[in-house]
């Protein structure tokens, strides 16, 4: 997959931008005003252990095979001097690698001398909910920092369970563990310097306080962690060294060629570096496979059910709220695989469109009885219970493209209110009066039909961007930034980040979402009901 874009001026400054998200690694040289110069990606390997609930592993040599074809595909056709190439950024998913010091080391098997090539725990895996609910069980004050509960997707819940689940032979050979972000940086720049971005967001490190907070380690068992976990973190915008003669070479890149390695980000992010323009005034909407809601603001809210806030985690001398939804686009999966489908999410959106057209108010009379609550891998945020489920009232024996296609729009809204249900607990906690539009990035926001329902459902004008990848373009404003073509990241925001354009709510359509959303609350309290009639 590569697009060219030749009236760039080559012999300008630019950055490599990498961005590894749970399927695929995608890059692109990046010029100085934020154009994509040419862009390749690559499919990475998931694996699920059978009989393993809730683990989903990668592999880290997967990963950095296809990091080094997109990065030669991407410089190659820039048709950019490698001497013009100044900076390398890299954003991924916040899942967790183990590297041994000899070997690799399987996060599945308990053997140590496992030959399994898979040593990354993902974003996505579930195995560490024990573990995450006995460190809540602590309250200790640092979990203030991520809404009063940690989740089992944050890297403390995860090492916890390797200290639970692996023997000392497998500790033995342990050298470090990283974020997905942070082993980038730090294998491309043979360095051991993390990232504040993934440390503050999914580590635990406190900015404001003492960094690494060896009381809350010795509370939750992990105070002999430390010399896995780094002791040096990078600003963001930071350079953590420059690319090794080795990695040039893997890169195709002229070993004479001098690339700052810059601070890596979590690949929300980076969508949000490159959206969140505006200070408090709008909320960046990364929509992909998971989902995040960032919020920057001056002064500090602590928001029970929200994560952070977080001191430049993501934009310097801003607080970052986080909410989020662990299960966005893998809803509409669900649902194409709950009516055995094989058509694309772009042909059923089309199917959605064409009775659409019928009329908005027709259309919503005949879901009126149809609901789901998208919650499938547990409530991220505001709620943060990671054991809630998805819900689906209104089932019917129906099959067909009509009933594809309303099950495929329910599904659709129900995210719009899982968005809304986030923002209302953001506005109490300090940001009323502040929100005023939504920016939404990420494969979903292409889809027309949510990001009007997301206009319609919240009652805001939101903001579509139009770059095939905001990640990227966040990626390469630090990167930027790391290589002194800016001065720092407000400036090379100001120059590199992507356009959009606005959808405003209809107000024909908002009080029809209005009724949804409250049974959309309903389903939610309904499903706690049942649970402790159950007990």
Known sequence: KLQFLYFIDSKMPHVIAVDVGSASVRGSVVSKSGDLVSEAEAPIKQHRPEGKDGHVEQSSKDIWEAVCNVVKKVVLNSKVDHNDLKGIGFDATCSMVVKGKSKTLSVTDDDASSSSEWDVIMWMDHRALSQAESINATKHSVLQYVGGSISPEMAMSKIKWLKDNKDTLWWSEVDKIYELPDWLSCKSANTDIRSLCTTVCKCNYVTQEVGWNEDYLNE????????????????????????????????????????????????????????CTNGPKSVAVIAGTSACFMA??????????????????????????EAGMSAFGLVLD??????????????????????????TEDFFKSISNVHIYPDFMGNRSPIGDPTLTGMMSGMTLDVGDAHLAKQYAVAIYSLSYGVRHALEVLKKGGYEGHLSSLTVAGGIANNEVFSQSLADATSLPVDVVTTSSAMLIGTAITAATSASIFP???????????????????????????????????????????????Q
């Not at 939750?220 to 976990?229: E, K, M, N, Q, V």
């Not at 990695?247 to 969508?271: C, M, P, R, W, Y």
């Not at 489908?341 to 042909?347: L, V």
């Open 488 to 534: 720092d990241i407000k400036s090379a925001q100001e120059a590199m980040s992507p356009k959009h354009h606005r959808l405003q709510p209809d107000p024909k359509t908002v009080p029809l979402h209005e009724k949804r959303y409250k049974v959309f609350l309903e389903m939610l309290k309904d499903q706690q009901k049942y649970r402790q009639m159950m």
């Open 220 to 275: 939750i068992g992990l105070s002999d962690c430390l010399p896995y976990i780094g002791s040096e973190v990078a600003q963001i915008g930071s350079p953590c060294g420059q690319l090794t003669e080795e990695v040039l070479q893997e890169f195709g890149i002229d070993t004479n060629a001098k690339i700052i390695v810059g601070s890596s980000l979590i690949d929300a992010h980076a969508g949000g570096m490159a959206l």
């Open 296 to 321: 920057v603001h001056p002064e500090k809210n602590l928001i029970p059910g929200i994560w952070g806030p977080y001191l430049n985690a993501m934009i310097p001398n801003m607080w970052l709220s």
């Open 334 to 359: 669900k649902v194409l695989l709950l009516n055995n489908s094989s058509k694309s999410h772009s042909e059923v959106t089309d199917l959605v469109k064409d009775e659409l057209e019928s009329g």
